[in-house]
């Protein structure tokens, strides 16, 4: 079994910065990516940045330039730093990982259970 636990949301004015970090925990083998999810009350889940083993980064387009995600595959862990944050970047963010759990070539995705990340002032 694995966990993903966020933590890091809150609330914050228009301008402000968050930093949300998730650790995974339990039977990893492997894990072969790590995203930031996010879901606006009466929208649809949507996929805000990911990041790969090797570093490779991509962003929603509204985003960019603003939110910026790293990931420590050593520590399971990934983290998604957020400046001049805007009204429309107020949702639920979850974290998302590929995680092999008992054969390197067998995937599955797990999810964490969400942060409320609320910009308002």
């Known amino acids: 079994q694995v966990q993903l636990v966020e933590s890091g949301g809150g609330e914050v004015q228009p301008g402000g910065s968050l930093r949300l970090s998730c650790v995974a925990s339990?039977?990893?083998?492997?894990?072969?990516?790590m995203d930031w999810y996010r879901q606006a009350p009466g929208k649809q889940r949507e996929l805000v940045a990911s990041?790969?083993?090797?570093?490779?980064?991509n962003y929603l387009d509204s985003v960019k330039g603003r939110f910026t995600i790293s990931g420590d595959y050593a520590k399971n862990t990934v983290y998604l730093q957020m400046n001049s944050l805007k009204s429309e970047d107020t949702a639920v963010y979850y974290c998302?990982?590929?995680?092999?759990?008992?054969?390197?070539?067998?995937?599955?995705?797990?999810w964490g259970q969400g942060a409320q990340v609320t910009v308002s002032s």
């Open positions: 998302r990982a590929g995680v092999a759990t008992d054969r390197w070539d067998l995937v599955q995705a797990y």
């Open positions: 339990g039977t990893i083998l492997r894990i072969s990516g």
């Open positions: 990041v790969t083993r090797g570093g490779s980064t």
